[in-house]
Structures are given as C-alpha cells and as structure tokens.
C-alpha cells in the first residue's frame, strides 16, 4: 500500500505565495509521474503541474508563468511553489503518483487534498 501525504495549504491574499509538500511512503519501487491536481468549487479535477522521474516537467496553461514543480527522487516528495497567487487559483489540491509496487504493477495513488483558498 502507498500513503501521499500533502501539507502547505492555506489562505492567502491575492499575489502571495504558497509551497505545497507530497511525501509518498509504502511499498514503492519505482515512482513515474509525480504530481498535483486541483479541483475548485463546481468544477473538475484538472492537472496542475506534473513531473516525470527524469524531472521533466508539464504544466497547466493558466498557471506555467506562477507555480514551479520539483521532486526528490530520493525521498519520493515533489513540491509545488505557487506564485502570484489569484482567486481563480481557489481549489482543493490533490497529490497524484504513479507507483510500481512489489506486484511489478503501476497504481495511481492520491493524496487526501489540501484545500488552497486565496482570497482579499
């Protein structure tokens, strides 16, 4: 079993800054992409940033000039720096990986979502 725990959500004024944390622990032997969703009020769950093991990253059009992705392979985290931070920004924000376990099988795992509320 693989657990995602996030921390560093928050509120927050328009224009302030935020850094979300993911630490990934269990059975893991490998992780693939390693990332963060968000799904606001009413809406669906869209992808915000996402990394891949060799680091490369890929980001949502409305936030690639503000929110910065990196990981540590070492210790299975990934990070999310959130800049200029608007009120469209408003979201639960969930950590996604995908983990090949002892099984030799790839899962995508979630975490429990931390809740980002920017607001004046």
């Known amino acids: 079993q693989v657990r995602l725990v996030e921390s560093g959500g928050g509120l927050v004024q328009p224009g302030e800054s935020l850094r979300l944390s993911c630490a990934a622990s269990?059975?893991?032997?490998?992780?693939?992409?390693m990332g963060w969703y968000r799904q606001g009020p009413g809406k669906q769950r869209e992808l915000v940033a996402s990394?891949?093991?060799?680091?490369?990253?890929n980001y949502a059009d409305s936030v690639k000039d503000r929110f910065s992705i990196s990981r540590d392979n070492f210790k299975s985290t990934v990070q999310l720096e959130m800049n200029d931070l608007k009120p469209e920004d408003t979201a639960v924000y969930l950590c996604h990986a995908n983990v090949l376990g002892p099984a030799i099988i790839w899962n995508d795992y979630w975490g429990q979502g931390t809740q980002v509320t920017v607001s004046s």
């Open positions: 269990g059975s893991i032997f490998s992780i693939g992409a």
């Open positions: 990394t891949a093991s060799d680091g490369s990253a």
